[in-house]
C-alpha cells in the first residue's frame, strides 16, 4: 500500500504573498527589458529582490539587465548570487558563460555551456552548445566548434542559429555542398535574416548555380535592401 508523501509538491498556492509580489514586479521587469526599457526593467527587478532576496530568477534577471548596460562586475555579482541560489538551473550556466564568453573569458566560458547542455531538466541544450561552438570558434578551435554545432544540429535540427554556424564553417572549409545543406535549412524559413540570404548567395556562387544564386539575390535586394548585406553585394565583396 503506498504511504502519503512526508512534504507535498509545491505549487503556486503554497507561495506567501511577499513571493507572490516579488513574482509580479519580476514579471514586469521581464517585459520592460524586452521593450528595450532598460532603467524601468532595473527598478522593478530591484523591487522584486527587495521583496523576496530568495528570488534566484530576480538576480538572474538583473545579471542580464546589467550585462546589457555594460556593468560587468555588477552583472557577475548577480550572475553568481543566482547560481548560488539554484545552482543546477541550466539556464543560469548557460548565461553567465555567455557573459564569460562576451567578457574576454572564453576558455573558462566553455565548462557553464557544458554543464547546461548536459542538464536534464534544460528544455533547449541546443542553445548551450551552439554557444559552446561560438566560442570554441573564438578560441581557434574549430574541430571543437564542429562537434557543438553538429551536437546542437541533433539535439534540435529546427535551431536556425546552428544551421547558419555550420553554414559558415564549412564554407571556410571550402566543403560547399555541406554548407548548401545547412544553409538552406534557414533560408527556407519564414525569417532568413539578411546574413543568412547572403551566406546562400556565396555558396551558390560558388558552386556555380547562377539560377539559385539569381533567385536568392533578389530576395536579398527586397527584403533587406538596407542591410549591409546587400551593401556588399551591391560592392561585389563576396570575400569579405
Known amino acids: 500500500m503506498p504511504q502519503a508523501p512526508q512534504q507535498d509538491v509545491p505549487t503556486s ?28 526593467a532595473l527598478d522593478e527587478v530591484k523591487q522584486a529582490i527587495q521583496i523576496d532576496p530568495t528570488l534566484a530568477d530576480a538576480h538572474s534577471m538583473r545579471a542580464l539587465i546589467y550585462m546589457d548596460m555594460g556593468e560587468t562586475a555588477l552583472a557577475e555579482e548577480s550572475f553568481k548570487r543566482a547560481m548560488q541560489l539554484a545552482p543546477n538551473n541550466p539556464d543560469f550556466s548557460n548565461n553567465y558563460g555567455w557573459f564569460l564568453c562576451q567578457n574576454g573569458r572564453v576558455r573558462e566560458s566553455i565548462s557553464y555551456f557544458e554543464a547546461a547542455s548536459r542538464n536534464r531538466s534544460y528544455a533547449s541544450p541546443a542553445k548551450a552548445l551552439n554557444n559552446a561552438g561560438v566560442c570554441s ?10 562537434r557543438y554545432f553538429n ?50 548567395i556565396r555558396v551558390e556562387r ?35
Request: proline content about 2%; glycine content about 8%; hydrophobic content about 35%.
Open 151 to 200: 551536437e546542437a544540429f541533433k539535439s534540435n535540427p529546427g535551431n536556425l542559429d546552428t544551421s547558419l554556424n555550420l553554414a559558415r564553417l564549412y564554407y571556410g572549409r571550402g566543403d560547399f555542398q555541406r554548407a548548401r545543406f545547412y544553409i538552406g535549412r534557414v533560408t527556407r524559413s519564414d525569417n532568413p535574416g539578411a546574413a543568412a540570404l547572403w551566406m546562400a
Open 13 to 40: 498556492s503554497d507561495r506567501t504573498d511577499a513571493q507572490k509580489r516579488a513574482q509580479i514586479r519580476l514579471q514586469l521587469a521581464v517585459g520592460y527589458f524586452e521593450a528595450g526599457q532598460i532603467a524601468t
Open 206 to 240: 560558388k558552386l556555380g548555380d547562377r539560377d539559385a544564386e539569381a533567385g536568392l539575390v533578389t530576395e536579398l535586394r527586397r527584403r533587406y535592401p538596407d542591410s549591409r548585406e546587400y551593401a556588399a553585394l551591391s560592392r561585389g565583396a563576396y570575400d569579405e
Open 137 to 146: 570558434l573564438k578560441l581557434g578551435d574549430a574541430v571543437a566548434a564542429e
